[in-house]
Each structure stands twice: as C-alpha cells, then as structure tokens.
C-alpha cells in the first residue's frame, strides 16, 4: 500500500515551517502545522537540531518514521545529494558542506532516502500547481 501522507517544510530565513500532507485529497491535515523560529547564523548543529525538534513533532503525529519529507531550502544546495553550498552566514551559511539530509535522518531516527531537497522557490511553485490557486491550469510560470 502507498502511503499517501508525506511532511511538507520550508526553511525561511528566521523561521521553520512543517505540517503533514495528504497527497490524495491534495490538502493539509488539519492541525498538523508546525513553526518554529531559527536562528540562520547559528551553529550547524544548532540549525539541524531546531529543524529536527519541528519534524519530530509532526512525526509523532502521524506515528511513521519512514514518512516521505519534501523540504523547501533556500540557497544553493546540491539536492540529489543533500550537500549545503549557501555560504552566506545570515542565511544558514554555517551549514556550507555538511549534507542535510544525512544529518536530518540522523536526528529523525529515519533513512536519507526519504528526505528530498527543493529550491524553495520552485517547491512553492510546485505546491501551487499540485493543489493551489492555479491546480487545473494547462500552463502556468512561476515568478
């Protein structure tokens, strides 16, 4: 059976954002909404611990460690592999190098493979066309 509930986040620059997804019916499930506030000049450890404490939450609420997690990252980031390039210090420049998805499974108790990494602007975007304002449309751009 497929799992049709997966954890949408966004990283912004002072805040951290989650909730869990219903892929099926293409909405959030209600309550699940989680945010918390980020230091971007922290530590490495310190950012993945914060980002960690959120997703944690939202886990416990769907009670499944092997949930699929989209994160919305601003910055330059090797996606596939989860390797942080953003070197500007007020935003999250202390994570340069490290690979977010490994560190995150860490916390998580969970496996990298189910963590995937997007520009934030794009998985915006992609949100919107998947069950937002311009879901139905034949085409559409994203600014």
């Known amino acids: 059976m ?6 949408g986040a966004s990283i912004e620059d002072f805040y951290f954002s989650a909730g869990l997804v219903d892929l099926e019916n293409r909405q959030l499930v209600t309550n699940s ?10 530590s490495a450890q310190s950012i993945i611990e914060t980002w960690a404490s959120v997703l944690e939450e939202i886990i416990q609420i769907n009670q499944d460690r ?6 919305g990252i601003p910055g330059l980031c090797e996606y596939d592999t989860g390797v942080f390039l953003g070197s500007d210090k007020a935003r999250y420049g202390n994570l340069y190098g490290y690979n977010i998805k ?3 499974a860490q916390k ?3 496996q990298a493979s189910n963590i995937n990494l997007l520009n934030d602007a ?4 992609q949100g919107e066309v998947f069950a937002g304002a ?3 449309y034949k085409k559409s751009f994203g600014i």
């Open 122 to 125: 794009a998985s915006f975007f």
């Open 33 to 42: 909404l989680r945010r918390k506030r980020v230091d971007p000049t922290a």
């Open 102 to 104: 490994e560190l995150l």
């Open 134 to 136: 311009i879901r139905g």
């Open 108 to 110: 998580l108790r969970s």
């Open 2 to 7: 497929v799992n049709t509930i997966s954890i």
């Open 66 to 71: 092997s949930v699929k997690i989209g994160l």
